[in-house]
């Protein structure tokens, strides 16, 4: 869902940096961009260890204590899973700088970072709404994702045994390395790399993705965002973890059930325009033919 004509600043005028640590490349553009901001009276709150921007007036404040009008990531993808960890508000607009490998997420490039920027404090620009995950167990909430949540084994390599209900229905049962069950948004990460369909943001759905299932014994399945869905892990003496969006892990034992649903939170980015499709095009589908 798209946010139009949105105001990006408030009165207190108050942007978050963080950035992919150890890279010459971001050290550069995250001090042009804090002199951009600072500049224009925005005052700037820089992750501690992330970049080295206080001598150009950014304040040291770590991501769980940063309330802000939005956080600028400089990095990739895995950048900006590790920011809203750690954020105290998931729905803290977030305007991303690719330096990643593929960046699928992110908006600018570093050499339109500052003009975004620019039209961004004047209101020129939308806010993409991507739908999360959350999960957990029984009354045991685990944590919110925006890509996916992946069950897998403790011991690499080794076969779970998966009973799979869809609003307390059993639809399937198998065996597999892991399996996931990913937004719209997580489709064309983890997802799409274990054989799943992309979901394009107005599919109100989520996708279910076995991980190398022998004998095809579990299939991929899309189901509606409304719906209750759980594993059951019912290989006896095989523990398994749940790993939200590659960041978090959770240790579930034999026989209990993971259950997964719409989050009540939604993830807010900041784009020049509604560009899912180009942006598609441009990092995941190839160049030449």
């Not at 961009?33 to 304040?59: M, Q, Y």
């Amino acid at each position: 869902m798209i946010e139009e004509n949105p105001t990006i600043l408030s009165e207190e005028r108050t942007v978050g940096l963080v950035c992919k640590p150890g890279r010459v490349e971001i050290e550069r553009i995250a001090s042009r961009v804090t002199e951009f901001l600072i500049e224009n009276g925005v005052r700037v709150l820089v992750d501690p260890g992330s970049c080295n921007v206080v001598d150009k007036g950014a304040k040291p404040t770590l991501i769980e204590d940063m309330d802000v009008d939005f956080t600028i990531t400089i990095g990739g993808d895995g950048t900006i899973l590790h920011t809203l960890r750690h954020l105290s508000d998931r729905e803290t607009p977030l305007f991303c700088i690719n330096r990643g490998t593929v960046g699928f997420l992110t908006e600018s490039s570093t050499t339109t970072a500052l003009g975004s920027l620019e039209r961004i404090l004047k209101n020129e620009c939308i806010i993409e709404r991507c739908v999360n995950l959350k999960t957990g167990h029984g009354k045991r909430e685990f944590g919110h994702a925006l890509n996916e949540v992946l069950v897998a084994s403790c011991v690499p390599g080794r076969l779970l045994t998966l009973q799979v209900y869809l609003d307390g229905t059993r639809v399937d049962f198998g065996r597999a390395d892991g399996a996931m069950l990913a937004t719209p948004c997580g489709s064309s990460a983890y997802a799409l790399a274990a054989g799943g369909s992309i979901l394009t943001p107005r599919v109100h759905g989520f996708i279910f993705v076995p991980v190398c299932p022998p004998r095809f014994e579990l299939k991929s399945l899309v189901i509606p965002d409304d719906s209750l869905f759980e594993m059951e892990m019912v290989k006896p003496g095989v523990c398994s973890m749940v790993v939200i969006d590659g960041q978090d892990r959770w240790e579930v034992e034999p026989h209990e059930t993971i259950w997964i649903k719409k989050s009540e939170y939604v993830t807010r980015f900041i784009r020049m325009y509604d560009n899912y499709y180009d942006r598609l095009n441009t990092r995941l589908v190839p160049r030449t033919l």
